[in-house]
């Protein structure tokens, strides 16, 4: 999801991860996807990365929130 703030966007978006990701490792992963796309996009004023785990191995995802 986009959102404009003035002439800037805010960004939200979800990454599923495989249920056996630590925390910790989501977290890490979280920050540098934030970081990147704020280094590489100039009109973006902030990034919310959510990290979900995937819930089961038949391909359905975290549910859509």
Request: no cysteine; aromatic share 4%.
């Amino acid at each position: 999801v986009a959102r404009v703030l003035g002439s800037h966007y805010v960004v939200e978006l979800r990454v599923v991860m495989p249920p056996d990701t630590t925390a910790q490792e989501g977290q890490r992963l979280a920050d540098r996807i934030r970081g990147h796309m704020l280094y590489l996009t100039p009109h973006l004023h902030d990034v919310v990365v959510h990290v979900e785990p995937k819930l089961s191995n038949s391909g359905d995802d975290a549910q859509d929130g």
